[in-house]
């Protein structure tokens, strides 16, 4: 069952700009991922936070995950026209036996 | 060069006949999945297996079936069960974290289509 429900479903900036999407989720998790699908291809693993982790980074990423509000969020600073894909939120529930639950994504296009 | 590959990138399906998508890694991962993906949707789980020998279905594992003889190879058949069974199909592996599940590692994907 998918958990995650990421928003906007769609978002389109101009090159240069900040990208935000969210994800919330329903249960009780050990951690939380996101990836990314270029068109066509496979996923990519861009991070992963921890249930006890508030914010992290990576290069121009940040993610930040609120336990209370059952929710994250990704920030992509000035994008590119390569960080044109489909960003994707799963969650890792506890007690799930070592599965991940997928949203439905969030498509990003990057304008030149 | 570590990393994880599926064939074929493209498989046609007759109506009634069932298919074998390839899934293999050499990353040394204990954990293999696969996912279904739909045209605008996100991933949804068919099968998984933590181990050699022992896997779980998943969210809709009617109308498919796997085996895990070897480690680095998880093969998945689309059986003429499977109603609706074009999709982009992709496999994943993992290691296990203590307390949770470690990245996932992707395939560059099947795509099957009914003909």
């Known amino acids: 069952s998918q958990q995650g429900e990421e928003d906007p479903q769609a978002l389109s900036i101009q090159e240069g700009e900040n990208a935000t999407m969210n994800c919330s989720y329903k249960?009780?998790?050990?951690?939380l991922q996101w990836y990314r699908q270029n068109s066509g291809r496979g996923l990519v693993h861009l991070i992963l936070?921890?249930?006890?982790?508030r914010e992290k980074h990576s290069g121009r990423l940040r993610v930040t995950l609120d336990t209370s509000k059952k929710s994250s969020s990704l920030l992509i600073t000035a994008s590119r026209a390569a960080d044109t894909a489909s960003y994707f939120c799963?969650?890792?529930?506890?007690?799930?036996?070592?599965?991940?639950?997928f949203g439905a994504g969030t498509t990003v296009t990057v304008r030149a | 060069d570590g990393g994880i590959t599926q064939s074929p990138k493209y498989l046609f399906r007759k109506e009634g006949q069932n298919v074998t998508l390839s899934c293999e890694q050499n990353?040394?991962?204990?954990?293999m999945y696969w996912y279904r993906q739909d045209p605008g949707q996100g991933l949804r789980l068919i099968y998984y297996?933590?181990?050699?020998?022992?896997?779980q279905k998943g969210d809709i594992a009617e109308g498919y079936s796997v085996s895990r003889e070897k480690k680095e190879s998880f093969p998945l058949t689309v059986t003429s069960a499977q109603k609706n069974p074009t999709a982009f199909y992709l496999c994943?592996?993992?290691?296990?974290?203590?307390?949770?599940?470690?990245?996932?590692?992707f395939g560059p994907g099947t795509r099957l289509t009914v003909l």
């Open positions: 994943a592996s993992s290691s296990r974290l203590a307390g949770g599940t470690d990245t996932q590692y």
């Open positions: 249960t009780s998790i050990n951690n």
């Open positions: 936070i921890r249930s006890n982790e």
């Open positions: 799963a969650t890792d529930a506890k007690g799930n036996d070592y599965k991940l639950s």
């Open positions: 990353l040394n991962h204990d954990a």
């Open positions: 297996s933590q181990i050699v020998n022992d896997f």
